[in-house]
């Protein structure tokens, strides 16, 4: 993206980190502005470090927060005219409080907007991507298309943050707006790296700590599973392309989902060697609404337990259903057609990291 | 514009007017007393410079400023927009005058002194009390009955401005019962037709008075920030009144099926006769299992008329959307959700 100028937020998180790595890797023009939250530049200074970009120049980082008006921005002067703006910050807590996920998800895209919206008026900007995720679908199964999110059941007050956010990113604006929703994220496909281990590693994790006898779901029910780098290169390759016509992106695998049993075997493959019990078998699977209906008894068991039934309950939505998310839009600019399915690469990371966030082992000082 | 001074900025429809306003670049005064839940939203703003925050109170003569603010104020402000009302309809005669009557009254005074351009007033519809028949968009004179102290406070602080309006243009806004954001269903208080939602929460059924095809005058508080703001830049000539309602807001019966299908699944309705339904209110723990005031009924039973041909114009001019509510009864109810941490069943 030669001359131009990003403007975004989340750059400490999945989809972000890689956004920002994936812009600076290569030598180039475009320069990009981060902003982070008070205090945090210098865990991402840590991330990129990681990454072998010492003090990136095309870099620049002001301090801000979505939850404040105008992102806290309203009166500080950015490094140069911005072209692009990628709202990536999220809160992606299933289980956060109702109103942190309101301010941060739904009033963090408002003022993100109205803070894109002024700096327009000073300086046109060409567009604008809110990342959003697949998931505001709800509960709905079968053919998912990439257009406007219908109201429906949802599973949890996640969702419903983010289609209401949704509604925000909907207003018409002077330049165009792309919703970009990703499935279930896991790291790079080609090393890996990712910076927090929820959504597929947790089934990874318990296999690997040999304790995964039973889980939630349906063994035909589909497991949308897209590598963070993908996701990242076709929210870029939209920017460039400035394809008007096109205004949702589902950076999802679509057609190539693997179902839920793939997905056991392929853990198992990767990790049955690696723990030296090859012929491990697949765990046996509960039913989604049987967890459900029997999860408010959870505070009641003994605390693993207890756990357990609550991390399945909260699991329960994503492993029951058996839907495709139409990814056209994501195809024409670039997203991959029947990619194979692998995640050895992500658990060799995961392991290799004891599955501790990038940001706990920033706070602890390890590698 | 020139200097503007809103009180009541941190109530509901004070933030949404705000943020509005401050998005069109204006920097406005605004008057701020203690805690409400738009307080830290207006703190945050201030800090940025965005608004320029004044500690004050509206049942103190002066408005409770220092003589140099006040000075300050009548040399740079042009309009008020004053949106500060204790909005309980179970308020107590002595706090509705001290706070909708007398804070009007301590705020007219600080102003005569001022250069003003226009005031901007915002009153409500149950000024009409229990009038039968269309109300129009011009002062009540006489009066026959009023439901409760708010209602009589409201009317008697439009009384002030309207014979304020002899001495500078004065624009009334009468909003309906106010509802969330039209977009995000955003909101502070969930009282009027979200007692059908409390009730469902609790596994209760709706008890619902008479035929229920009457429509609630609802407005979405997006419609009325939009209102207001576009009013601003437009001064009034000596008194213009508005009413300020969605212009085709649901029925209660129909907004009452749409929201308890989409929290519980079910329709729970029980009709009751309109005499039984008000009777409802002298049960005991009516409001802590409801969340709606007991002089709220009244209104549930009302039928009600307002001509809106004024505000339709206004409107048409400014090119305001007035249907708003019924579309997006979807997103009301998903804020609801959010907020109390409800599945939906869609």
């Excluded at chain 1, 029951?320 to 994501?330: C, H, Q």
Aim: one cysteine or more; aromatic letters at 8%; charged letters at 25%.
């Amino acid at each position: 993206m030669c001359s131009a100028h990003i403007l975004m937020t989340g750059a400490t998180g999945n989809l972000g980190n890689a956004l920002l790595w994936e812009l600076l890797r290569e030598p180039g023009q475009c320069s990009v502005t981060v902003i982070v939250r008070p205090g945090r530049a210098d865990y991402l200074q840590w991330q990129l470090a990681k990454r072998g970009l010492e003090d990136p120049s095309r870099m620049h980082v002001v301090e801000g927060d979505i939850r404040r008006p105008f992102c806290g921005l309203a009166d500080v002067p950015l490094p140069a005219p911005v072209t692009d703006a990628i709202h990536c910050a999220a809160d992606i807590r299933w289980d956060a409080a109702p109103t942190e996920l309101f301010e941060t998800n739904v009033s963090g895209t408002r003022n993100f907007l109205d803070l894109t919206d002024m700096l327009h008026r000073r300086n046109p900007l060409r567009a604008v991507s809110i990342v959003s995720t697949a998931y505001v679908c709800g509960t709905r199964a079968g053919r998912i298309a990439e257009d406007g999110a219908r109201f429906g059941a949802f599973n949890n007050s996640y969702e419903i943050s983010k289609w209401l956010a949704e509604r925000i990113a909907a207003v018409r604006r002077p330049y165009h707006v792309y919703v970009v929703r990703p499935s279930t994220i896991v790291g790079d496909e080609r090393d890996g790296t990712i910076q927090s281990f929820s959504g597929i590693y947790y089934p990874i994790k318990l296999f690997w700590r040999r304790r995964m006898r039973w889980f939630v779901g349906k063994s035909n029910a589909t497991l949308d599973i897209v590598p963070v780098d993908q996701v990242a290169r076709t929210l870029l390759r939209a920017h460039e392309s400035l394809r008007t016509d096109i205004r949702f992106i589902h950076a999802c695998a679509g057609m190539d989902a693997p179902t839920l049993k793939q997905v056991m075997l392929e853990i198992i493959s990767t990790l049955g060697g690696k723990t030296g019990r090859r012929s491990r078998r697949a765990p046996r699977l509960l039913r989604p609404a049987l967890v459900r209906t029997v999860a408010p008894l959870a505070p009641f068991l003994p605390s693993k337990a207890g756990r357990a039934l609550k991390n399945a309950a909260i699991y329960s939505g994503y492993v029951g259903v058996e839907r495709t998310f139409d990814n056209e839009n994501a195809r024409q600019l670039g997203f991959p057609r029947g990619a194979a399915f692998k995640l050895s690469k992500q658990a060799d990371f995961a392991i290799a990291h004891e599955f501790a966030s990038a940001e706990r082992r920033f706070q602890q000082g390890r590698p | 514009m020139i200097g503007l001074l809103v009180t009541g900025a941190t109530g509901l429809v004070g933030v949404f007017t705000i943020r509005k306003l401050v998005r069109l670049g204006h920097r406005p005064y605004v008057l701020v007393r203690g805690r409400s839940p738009g307080s830290r939203e207006i703190a945050l703003m201030a800090e940025q410079g965005l608004v320029r925050s004044l500690a004050g109170d509206i049942t103190q003569p002066g408005l409770g400023l220092a003589p140099e603010i006040r000075n300050e104020l009548r040399e740079q402000v042009g309009t008020v927009l004053h949106l500060a009302a204790d909005y309980r309809l179970s308020i107590d005669a002595s706090s509705a005058d001290k706070t909708n009557l007398g804070g009007t009254e301590n705020l007219l005074d600080v102003v005569s002194r001022w250069n003003l351009r226009a005031f901007h007033h915002v009153s409500s519809i149950v000024v009409a009390g229990d009038c039968p028949g269309l109300v129009a968009e011009a002062p009540i004179e006489k009066h026959g009955h009023f439901r409760n102290e708010y209602e009589r406070s409201k009317w008697l602080s439009e009384q002030l401005m309207v014979k304020a309006a002899r001495r500078f243009p004065v624009r009334i806004y009468r909003p309906g019962v106010i509802v969330g954001d039209s977009r995000t269903g955003e909101t502070t208080k969930f009282d009027g037709p979200y007692a059908a939602l409390h009730l469902a929460r609790k596994f209760l059924p709706f008890i619902m008075p008479g035929d229920a095809e009457n429509s609630f005058p609802l407005v979405s508080v997006d419609l009325v920030a939009d209102v207001l703001t576009a009013g601003l830049a437009e001064p009034p000539h000596e008194l213009e009144i508005l009413h300020v309602l969605d212009s085709d807001p649901p029925t209660v019966m129909e907004l009452t099926r749409a929201w308890l299908h989409g929290l519980t699944g079910h329709e729970w309705i029980v009709r009751v006769p309109r005499g039984l339904a008000s009777a409802a209110r002298h049960l005991p723990g009516f409001h802590r299992m409801t969340g709606l005031e007991p002089q709220a009924l009244e209104y549930l039973v009302a039928k009600w008329t307002f001509s809106t041909d004024r505000f339709a114009v206004f409107c048409e001019r400014h090119g305001i959307e007035r249907q708003r509510v019924k579309a997006n009864l979807d997103a009301l109810l998903a804020f609801y959700a959010l907020q109390h941490g409800r599945r939906l069943y869609g």
